[in-house]
């Protein structure tokens, strides 16, 4: 945690501060040291955007830049057995 927070404007026009961490992720689209903004009960584990370096499966940089993923992280492995 970086100590800091972000103002996101979600998809409902709802205004929302959250915590920002810096992490480090390892997806089929990115892989890196990024900025993230910590969210409750997102809908998704992560979503890139304005990243440069974002790539789809065959290496192609992607022209949106803009990704979502899921993935099941160790932690949340545990919390469903």
Same mark, same amino acid.
């Given at each position: 945690m970086t100590g800091g927070?972000?103002? @996101?404007i979600l998809i409902d026009d709802t205004v929302r501060r959250a915590p920002v961490a810096e992490i480090e992720i390892e997806t089929p689209y990115y892989q890196g040291q990024v900025k993230a903004v @910590?969210?409750?009960n997102p809908l998704h584990d992560g979503i890139i955007?304005?990243?440069?370096?974002v790539t789809d499966n065959s290496n192609d940089m992607l022209e949106t830049k803009a990704v979502v993923y899921n993935k099941v992280t160790?932690?949340?492995s545990k919390l469903s057995q």
């Open positions: 927070t972000e103002t @996101c @910590c969210m409750e955007g304005n990243v440069p370096g160790r932690q949340k």
